[in-house]
């Protein structure tokens, strides 16, 4: 599965963000496509790959060691009700901590992602 990714986005005091999405029907394609980003020499180096899908109103999230990140794009999902989908907000750590920004960045990269998603249909 070829997940759609916008790279470099944000950066803030040395972090740098990425997104990246796609349609998804199962947990094992959810994996599949976690596993292709991770082949990606500079996604498997990053510090964090948190991500969030929901599958038949199922709802699953990874926050990948950035507390709440996770929740944040499930219940961005959610507030779109778009289902079938993974998205997976990628953070490169750059030596100073972001406090609240991290929150404001991964809304940023989400935001992102679905308004290139809907411009693209």
């Known amino acids: 599965m070829a997940l759609t990714?916008?790279?470099r986005i944000i950066a803030d005091r040395g972090s740098t963000y990425a997104v990246s999405g796609g349609p998804v029907g199962s947990a094992a394609d959810i994996d599949a496509?976690?596993?292709e980003l991770r082949r990606v020499k500079r996604f498997a180096r990053a510090t964090h790959n948190s991500w969030?899908?929901?599958i038949a109103s199922e709802s699953m999230k990874n926050d990948d060691g950035e507390?709440?990140?996770g929740a944040i794009i499930l219940r961005m999902l959610e507030s779109e009700g778009l289902d079938g989908h993974l998205i997976v907000v990628?953070?490169?750590y750059g030596g100073k901590h972001l406090g609240g920004d991290r929150f404001r960045h991964v809304i940023g990269a989400v935001r992102h992602?679905?308004?290139a998603r809907v411009q693209g249909n």
Do not use: K
Request: charged share 15%; glycine share 6%.
């Open 52 to 54: 969030a899908a929901r």
């Open 33 to 35: 496509a976690l596993a």
């Open 67 to 69: 507390a709440g990140a």
């Open 113 to 115: 992602y679905l308004a």
């Open 5 to 7: 990714t916008f790279d």
């Open 90 to 92: 990628t953070r490169w």
